[in-house]
């Protein structure tokens, strides 16, 4: 099957070329996806038949505040996906997009399926689900999959965050941190890349029905709880303190309970399993 990777070189873009491994897989030096027109020459030239966009605006507090940010953040998570699947739907492709348990509000204590309202508390929030409802708005054969906490191998891309995992253990084993707060009144579903790549390869090749899905490993988890499997996991020794989010104000508000429940799939293995894969 003819495929494309957009966002090559991002975390999840990394994981989904070990998994396709035949995929044209781009990057924005190869192919800056604000030009519409150089996105619509590719398509007509490759005739693909399946497009995965990993590409996104993640400076979740950056766009809170700053206009020109926020324009970029809409541009990048809801105008361009709206071409690709437009294109894709032209040319009878697959389209696959992700999206993020941010576009939930998060004020609840039960655990989000895919049809579960949606309400985002910012602006990052607001531009995922923009980009959501754009996808859906034009239908064709796509997966929108929504993940959250994403964790693996480090991304290429100077935009691609170090991981909340990959930090704790920086702090750790390099900063020589003994003794860590971390936020425990925040909790949400960690997903492992290369679990969520295999997830979208599923999807594709049982031909799943279009819509939403939840990519997330099973399970939940505050951030505490989520550094402290991580510190188990590599025998480091660290004190840790359950704090609230007020420790660490940020721009941009975060929702407190975003877990993402799987209905539609067969659960993914645990995050503690994962996790223990990548440490270990
Ligand atoms: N990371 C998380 O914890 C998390 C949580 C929830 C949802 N998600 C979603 O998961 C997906 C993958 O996220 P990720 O963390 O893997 O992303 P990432 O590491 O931040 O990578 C983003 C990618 O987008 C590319 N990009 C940015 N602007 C571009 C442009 N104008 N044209 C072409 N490419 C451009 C970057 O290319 P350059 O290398 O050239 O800059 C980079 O490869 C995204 O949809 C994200 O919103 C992530």
């Known amino acids: 099957m003819k495929t494309i990777i957009l966002g090559a070189k991002g975390m999840l ?10 995929a044209l897989a781009l990057d924005r030096a190869e192919l800056d996806l604000f030009d519409t027109g150089a996105v619509e020459a590719l398509f007509e030239k490759e005739q693909p038949e399946l497009v995965i966009n990993a590409a996104a605006y993640n400076a979740v507090d950056q766009c809170e505040e700053d206009a020109a940010q926020k324009e970029i953040a809409f541009r990048l998570n809801s105008e361009v996906p709206k071409q690709l699947a437009t294109l894709c739907k032209s040319m009878g492709a697959t389209f696959v997009h992700y999206s993020s348990d941010y576009v939930f509000a998060g004020d ?35 997966y929108i999959i929504r993940l959250s906490r994403l964790f693996g191998k480090e991304g290429q891309s100077e935009v691609s965050k170090r991981s909340f995992i990959d930090t704790m253990l920086y702090l750790v084993k390099e900063v020589g941190k ?10 949400g579903s960690p997903t492992y890349a290369p679990d969520l790549a295999a997830f979208t390869k599923s999807l594709i090749e049982e031909k799943a029905e279009s819509g939403i899905y939840h990519g997330a490993n099973s399970g939940e988890c ?8 991580a510190f188990a996991l590599a025998s ?3 004190k840790t303190t359950p704090c609230g989010s007020d420790a660490y104000p940020r ?5 407190a309970y975003t877990t993402l429940n ?3 799939r067969l659960p993914m293995r645990s995050w503690q399993d994962a996790l223990a894969d990548y440490i270990t």
């Open 236 to 238: 480091l020794d660290v």
């Open 222 to 229: 505050s951030w505490f709880a989520f550094a402290n499997e």
């Open 178 to 187: 003994t003794e860590l707060s971390i936020v425990d009144d925040e909790v």
């Open 13 to 22: 873009g990394g994981a989904l070329q070990e998994v396709f491994p035949n």
């Open 108 to 142: 609840g204590s039960q655990p989000h399926a895919e049809a579960s309202k949606t309400g985002p508390v910012n602006v990052y929030g607001e531009s995922k689900l923009a980009g959501e409802q754009a996808v859906q708005e034009v239908g064709g054969q796509y």
């Open 251 to 255: 721009a941009a508000k975060r929702p």
């Open 262 to 264: 799987n209905s539609k």
